[in-house]
């Protein structure tokens, strides 16, 4: 059964840090993209980042160059988000898919708030 | 890099069809037959319903099609169900790399 849990979330203020987690399992992990997509409490889905299957290639929506980097270890079935200089409006549940368009399997989503 | 232009609602009665588009350019929907989406209930994880333009996952209704012309995309649900009630987005490759969303459309089954 294919599995992908997020963690790492919380409560942070402006201009802090956080790096989010997600452990997949039950696919060939090294073979796949994986992605990071947020919402916004109320709003639409928004691409934030992802990264090849071998990491040699990461993209970023623009909002979050330059603040964000997208990770993975493909030993550890993992893939990261550190998350830099956050302002109020990264509060959002991120969600970590398999996938780069097409993205067949989503976790529960780890929610993250900006705030003083 | 704006969004995907969807509209905010869209409705049908138990049985019906209704036709969700997601109109977008020459630099994303247009220019890729990478197009995807997702239905969204309330509180919950986002599920692929179709990907590729017209692909569908192991699992997901028939009732379920998609297709594209020029810039525009389109869902199409068919004998509409109550739960299809859902938030429905599109996504499709853009131009440097980038993934675009659209804004969402509200299903209501009447």
């Known amino acids: 059964e294919v599995q992908v849990v997020e963690s790492g979330g919380g409560l942070v203020q402006p201009g802090g840090s956080l790096r989010l987690s997600c452990a997949a399992s039950?696919?060939?992990?090294?073979?796949?993209?994986m992605s990071w997509v947020r919402q916004a409490p109320g709003k639409g889905l928004e691409w934030a980042a992802n990264?090849?299957?071998?990491?040699?290639?990461?993209y970023y929506v623009d909002s979050v160059k330059g603040r964000f980097t997208i990770s993975r270890d493909n030993a550890k079935n993992s893939v990261n988000l550190q998350m830099n200089s956050l302002r109020a409006e990264d509060t959002a549940v991120y969600y970590c898919?398999?996938?780069?368009?097409?993205?067949?399997?989503w976790g529960q989503g780890t929610l993250v708030t900006v705030s003083s | 890099q704006s969004a995907l232009t969807q509209p905010p609602s869209a409705s049908g009665s138990p049985g019906q069809s209704v036709t969700i588009s997601c109109t977008g350019t020459?630099?994303?929907?247009?220019?890729?037959?990478?197009v995807s989406w997702y239905q969204q209930h309330p509180g919950k994880a986002p599920k692929l319903m179709i990907y590729?333009?017209?692909k569908r996952p192991s699992g997901v209704p028939d009732r379920f099609s998609g297709s594209k012309s020029g810039n525009t995309a389109s869902l199409t649900v068919s004998g509409l169900q109550a739960e299809d009630e859902a938030d429905y987005y599109c996504?499709?490759?853009?131009?440097?790399?980038?993934?675009?969303f659209g804004g969402g459309t509200k299903l209501t089954v009447l």
């Open positions: 898919a398999r996938g780069r368009v097409g993205m067949g399997y």
């Open positions: 039950g696919f060939t992990f090294s073979s796949y993209w």
């Open positions: 990264i090849k299957p071998d990491g040699s290639e990461k």
């Open positions: 020459s630099s994303d929907v247009g220019g890729y037959n990478y």
């Open positions: 590729e333009v017209d």
């Open positions: 996504c499709s490759s853009a131009g440097s790399n980038n993934v675009l």
